[in-house]
Nanobody, 118 residues
């Protein structure tokens, strides 16, 4: 499984970005993670259903199977959203507790940087 992210960039607080991730094979869980400098990698959005509390109501995950592309629409961005964003894939089943845990994912993209300035 090969994954490749794009769409990152720099934006002011309150702005929006849409990240894309193309993939070669569909697995049970297609998830967005992020990692800020000095912090642990954290799950952001999985299968367009599970979201980290910090992004609920602002981020929306979706997928176009025909295009084999995963999306992350990010609205009302905040400086604390600044991070490297990764897409990842995993085979199921995963519990609700595990679905946003990076250790459960075997396949990763190279990441795309998102920087939000105040």
């Amino acid at each position: 499984v090969h994954l490749a992210e794009s769409g990152g960039g720099s934006v002011q607080a309150g702005g929006s970005l849409r990240l894309s991730c193309t993939y070669t094979s569909t697995l049970d869980y297609m998830t967005w993670f992020r990692q800020a400098p000095g912090k642990e990698r954290e799950g952001v959005a999985a299968n367009g259903i599970y979201y980290a509390n910090s992004v609920k109501g602002r981020f929306t995950g979706s997928r176009d199977n025909a295009k084999k592309t995963l999306y992350l629409q990010m609205n009302n961005l905040k400086p604390e959203d600044t991070a490297m964003y990764y897409c990842a894939a995993a085979r199921g089943p995963l519990s609700t507790y595990d679905v946003l845990r990076p250790g459960k994912y075997n396949y990763w993209g190279q990441g795309t940087q998102v920087t939000v300035s105040s």
